[in-house]
Structure formats: C-alpha cells, structure tokens
C-alpha cells in the first residue's frame, strides 16, 4: 500500500505553529519562490515571495479553503496547487498569475485527495489518497493517464522538470530507501535513506532531499548515479522541504531554527544560511 505516512504534509498538521511557512518552489526563471503559509487565519493560503524575501504577495484568497503544496507551471504565469475546505477534500488547482484568476480544477477519478507533485513538460503529476493507498497520475488538457511501479508496494513519487527522470521514495521492507528512474528503465537505488520532499536540480545532475533520524530532519544531496551523498544541514532543528535553485548555487528549505517554521536558503559553496521569512533572532 501506499501509505499516507510517506506524505510530510499530514505529518506537519502536528507541529503548525503562527506564522509557519512551507514547501518553498523556485520559479523556473530562479528569482521568486512560491510557498503556503499559516500566517493568516487558520487556513493555510499561497504566497509568492523574493528570492531575497522581499515583496510578498498572498495569491489565494482568505475565504476558509485549504491552500497547499504549490508548484509553478513550465512558465512562471501559471502555477498549481491543491485546494480544498480540509485535508480529506483537496483538488487540484490551476491559477493563472496573469489574470490572477483560477483557470481549472482536475476531475475528480475516485473519491479521495489530490495532492500535486510536480508539473513537468509532459503535464501535472499528482497523487490521488483514497482510504488505503496512494494513485499517481500525469494528467494533461484531457486525459489522466496513470503512473505505476509495480515492484513496489509503499512508495511515493516525483519527476523532474523536462519528464526524463522519476525519484520514487520507497517504504517497503527489502526495498526501502531513494530509487532513481530513467524512462521507462527499470528503478536503481540511490541510498538507504527514505529520503522525501524530492528536488531535481536543472540538468538533473543531483536531487535534494529530506531525511528524518532520530526525531529530526535534515537536507541531503546525493548525485543522479548515487555518488556524493551529503548532509547539508546540520542545525538541531527541523529542515524540511528542499528546493534547489535554476542555477544549483543555493537550496531554500523551511527550517524551525528560528523557533517557528520559516523560510531559509543555504549556499552551497559556503554553507551560509539566510533567513529570508518570519521573525529573526
């Protein structure tokens, strides 16, 4: 089965405190990032923010619904989002940033919550929860075509930006860890670490991930052909959500080093960490 526990959103209904900022995705141009927050209301909405954590802007409307887990289309004038009155009723959204307006929702296929993974060249991927497992799907102008790999029973995937590469993060008790997929080729194991919240950089030539060990998490990288494995953070807080840069300089993650969950970006030629939301220190 696949499981909800592969999923880090159910898990953070645990620790949401005021003002917490999530799942941050870089536009495909590097100079904005998208994210949802706590900050108003109950309700978490989507907002749009600086790489330098100037000019926030809320693009979803204060109106009781649940905005969450956004993700930017191939162009930065459109984004996706899953939307709904509470966890268990999220549907997939298409926003048009130009005209700030909702352009479409995906039809629901059975009952469940759709949670969107990633929106690549060959259409939206999505995940659909119904009350015992996960079903992955791409779907494009007028079709949903399902995304299978039968050799796994729990797992939890995500592609890259142009298609080429699929990460799957499998739960299964002889096969646990980060695999990699090319095409239809057959998976290979990247690590033993059930690494989740998946990021491809540009070229594809290393992902970024989160590990959880002995209660907190931390950012990794490891190369495409599994060489190079690294811990990024280190801090004695939650790091969570990584999401790299177009230009694979910098990684922006939220983070509880602040005492709330707040946007930080990490260098990774110096290993600077900077702040770019919420109250500092």
């Given amino acids: 089965m696949k499981r909800l526990s592969l999923i880090i959103l159910i898990l953070i209904s645990n620790i949401i405190i005021a003002q917490s900022d999530f799942s941050p995705q870089y536009s495909n141009d590097g100079n904005q990032i998208l994210f949802y927050s706590y900050r108003i209301e109950k309700e978490p909405e989507i907002f749009i923010i600086n790489k330098d954590g100037s000019d926030l802007k809320q693009i979803t409307?204060?109106?009781?619904?649940?905005?969450?887990?956004?993700?930017?289309?191939?162009?930065?004038?459109?984004?996706?989002?899953?939307?709904?009155?509470?966890?268990?009723?999220?549907?997939?959204?298409?926003?048009n940033l130009i005209s700030n307006s909702v352009m479409t929702s995906i039809d629901e296929l059975e009952m469940g919550t759709q949670f969107i993974i990633a929106w690549n060249k060959n259409g939206i991927q999505w995940a659909n929860k119904t009350n015992k497992e996960f079903n992955f799907y791409l779907s494009t102008t007028n079709k949903n075509t399902p995304l299978k790999y039968e050799q796994f029973k729990s797992y939890f995937l995500k592609s890259s930006k142009d298609g080429l590469y699929t990460a799957i993060m499998v739960n299964d008790e002889n096969n646990?860890?980060?695999?990699?997929?090319?095409?239809?080729?057959?998976?290979?194991?990247?690590?033993?670490?059930l690494g989740s919240n998946i990021s491809f950089s540009s070229n594809n030539d290393f992902i970024a991930f989160e590990y959880?060990?002995?209660?907190?998490?931390?950012?990794?990288?490891?190369?495409?052909?599994?060489?190079?494995l690294k811990?990024?953070?280190?801090?004695?807080?939650?790091?969570?959500?990584?999401?790299?840069?177009?230009?694979?300089k910098n990684i922006t993650f939220s983070s509880s080093l602040s005492g709330q969950f707040c946007l930080h970006t990490i260098n990774l030629e110096s290993n600077k960490v900077t702040q770019i939301t919420g109250l500092k220190k």
């Fill in 231 to 248: 811990q990024i953070t280190s801090e004695e807080a939650n790091d969570l959500m990584p999401t790299i840069s177009p230009d694979g």
């Fill in 176 to 193: 646990k860890g980060l695999w990699i997929a090319y095409g239809l080729d057959k998976p290979k194991k990247l690590t033993d670490k």
């Fill in 212 to 228: 959880k060990d002995k209660d907190v998490s931390n950012i990794y990288t490891i190369n495409i052909d599994g060489s190079n």
């Fill in 61 to 95: 409307k204060t109106d009781g619904n649940w905005s969450i887990e956004p993700r930017w289309g191939t162009s930065d004038d459109f984004i996706a989002y899953s939307n709904g009155p509470n966890m268990g009723q999220l549907r997939v959204t298409v926003f």
